[in-house]
């Protein structure tokens, strides 16, 4: 047996499945660290809102991009801060995850302009989706995200980022 942590031990014969129908646990971590996380993650999730949203409904990566999204956002809501004792605030990160790159009407529809040119180089099936609209959409889409990670890990906190990632629709 494998101990990774005092709360979750690894025999051989335990699979990934057996991983992700246990309980979430909470990981105090300070603030920096947090942080440095989320600038980390922020460009991923950004990108995968993107396809996710400006992508047509019947394309085939979508559940790949859900899937990667999953994983990143569960990696957050995981986080508790050593400092209060409690998760960082639903406006902390709206603020690092969207609005203090993009909220700004003139810079921050630059960079996402850019940021939407260059995933639109790869995945032609962007192309062509309105700047103004996915503005919008990622930015209530920011805000649930937000108030969905400042819950902290609860016994539904699974259920509940499958809900949110089944709601992202395409606004084609």
């Not at 004792?85 to 639903?90: D, E």
């Not at 969207?98 to 790869?122: F, H, R």
């Not at 192309?127 to 539904?156: E, M, N, Q």
Request: charged share 30%; glycine share 4%; aromatic share 6%.
């Amino acid at each position: 047996m494998v101990i990774i942590n005092e709360y979750t031990d690894l025999s051989p014969d335990l699979t990934a499945e057996d991983l992700l129908t246990r309980p979430l646990i909470e990981m105090a971590i300070e603030q920096k660290k947090l942080d440095r996380l989320i600038d980390a993650l922020a460009p991923q999730i950004l990108k995968h809102l993107i396809l996710l949203l400006a992508s047509p409904e019947e394309h085939d990566s979508r559940n790949h991009w859900r899937s990667e999204l999953r994983r990143w956002i569960t990696r957050l809501a995981t986080k508790k801060l050593k400092s209060g004792n409690g998760t960082a605030s639903a406006e902390l990160y709206y603020d690092a995850l969207w609005a203090d790159e993009y909220a700004d009407p003139e810079v921050g529809a630059m960079a996402l302009a850019e940021e939407v040119a260059e995933i639109g180089a790869e995945y032609h099936s962007i192309r062509g989706i309105s700047l103004l609209k996915l503005t919008l959409h990622l930015s209530t889409t920011y805000r649930a995200l937000s108030a969905l990670l400042a819950r902290g890990v609860k016994p539904d906190t699974r259920d509940a980022i499958n809900r949110f990632l089944l709601d992202l629709r395409s606004i084609r």
